[in-house]
């Protein structure tokens, strides 16, 4: 029986991260894994997520294919645009990390409180991550987008039948995409490349 994780094109547990690196295609193919996370959530109120995540997603990827060479690496790919007034791609990875941050935490919590529904699971997530980065008009979208989260049950049943082989990928795909989003947040931190963007 195949679960969510088997079918991902690319799990955050394989993407290459080579002297604290990341591989910046390999990221790009792990994130649109990632969004499809969100199809399983089963209501549109989603699809802002979806949309912003992807739309970001984008901005990177032409980078990618504009300069192969100086884009190898996420962290490679920020500092070609350094210097430059465009910082298209290095925006869009400030903001998909921070979506990432947000889904790590969403599913951390989830983990880690059998308890708990995924309504609470991803507003506490929420609160804690992206929606000190959003204004006004966007906070009341995301707000109605945890509230409509599907119950915790049928979510991991969505995942795979076979719930004991779900919890086993989906703890290494957590821990690995934790550590992805935490060298990537710490590398906009060390360098203050988030500046204005």
Sequence with gaps: ??????EMKKSFADVPVTDGKIDTASFLE???SLVKLF???GSSAFQVVQKDMTGNITKIRTKLLADPAGSGTLQDLVLSEANTKTKTATQGLLW???G???TSQAMRETIDNPSKELTVTFTDAYSKTLSQYHGMLVKPI???AMKACPYRKAFFEKLGADQTKVEEQLKAWLKALE??????????????YGKGL
Excluded at 1 to 6: A, I, K, L, N, R
Aim: aromatic share 18%; net charge negative; no cysteine.
């Design 1 to 6: 029986m195949s679960t969510f994780f088997d």
């Design 30 to 32: 792990a994130s649109e």
């Design 39 to 41: 199809d399983l959530l």
């Design 96 to 98: 998909l990390s921070r």
């Design 100 to 102: 990432l941050q947000f």
């Design 142 to 144: 995301f707000k109605l």
């Design 179 to 192: 550590d992805i989003v935490k060298i990537i947040l710490d590398f906009f931190v060390s360098g203050n």
